[in-house]
């Protein structure tokens, strides 16, 4: 393997970067005035969202690094 193979360096790249942006949303996340019951909801389920796609990318880049 030699240079850069997108489904396996791309994947956790990827991944890296949905991770990043999961843990900056979810460290940001706070209840204060003027949040709206739903708004808040959102954040979360967004967050969780990034943090779950992370896992899949870094999933599938493993998953492509055996196959080789």
Known sequence: M???D???????ILG???MMAG????GNIEWVEG???VSFGVAL???L??????????ISSAANVEQR
């Open 6 to 12: 997108f489904h396996v360096h791309g994947l956790w």
């Open 35 to 37: 949040t709206t019951p």
């Open 49 to 58: 969202v990034m943090f779950l796609s992370a896992g899949v990318l870094w």
């Open 16 to 18: 890296s970067f949905a």
């Open 45 to 47: 389920i967004l967050a």
């Open 2 to 4: 030699t240079g850069f």
């Open 23 to 26: 843990a900056l949303l979810a």
